[in-house]
C-alpha cells in the first residue's frame, strides 16, 4: 500500500469520528451565568425610561449591584435574585437630566470586581 492510501485512509477515519462526536455529544454550555434579557430604551413624553430583566442562573442565590452613571451623576442599586429567578430593573431619566446624553450601566455580582454587564446608551 502506498503511502498516499494510508495517509487517505486515516484521514477519512479522522473525519469519521469528528462526525460521529458531532453527532452524538454535542457541546453544552456550562449552564452557570447570569444573563440580561428584554433589554428596552423607551422614550416617554419628558423622560427615558431604561428597562431589562436580570436572570440569574447561577445555582446559587446571588447579590447584584447596578450603577448608573447620568451627566455626572451616580446612582446605585443593591438586589438579591434567588437562583433561577429573574430581577425587573427599570430606570427613569427626565430629558432635562440627560446633560451630554452619555448614560452608562454597569452590573456586578456579589464578589467580582469586573462587571458581567456594561453597556453605554447615547439619549438625545
Do not use: C
Not at 494510508?6 to 457541546?27: D, G, N, Q, R
Not at 456550562?30 to 423622560?47: F, P, T
Not at 432635562?96 to 446624553?101: D, L, S, W
Amino acid at each position: 500500500m502506498s503511502k498516499l492510501r494510508i495517509v487517505y485512509i486515516l484521514s477519512l477515519v479522522i473525519l469519521a469520528v469528528l462526525i460521529v462526536f458531532t453527532v452524538f455529544k454535542p457541546m453544552t454550555a456550562s449552564g452557570k451565568y447570569s444573563e440580561i434579557q428584554r433589554e428596552q430604551l423607551l422614550e416617554a413624553k419628558d423622560e427615558w425610561i431604561i428597562q431589562f430583566d436580570i436572570a440569574n442562573r447561577e445555582g446559587k442565590d446571588t447579590k447584584y449591584t447596578i450603577n448608573v452613571s447620568v451627566a455626572g451623576e451616580q446612582y446605585n442599586e443593591e438586589f438579591l435574585i434567588r437562583d433561577g429567578g429573574i430581577y425587573t430593573y427599570i430606570h427613569h431619566i427626565p430629558h432635562n437630566v440627560v446633560g451630554t446624553g452619555e448614560v452608562g450601566v454597569t452590573i456586578y455580582k456579589e464578589g467580582e470586581n469586573t462587571p458581567f454587564e456594561q453597556t453605554t446608551y447615547y439619549l438625545k
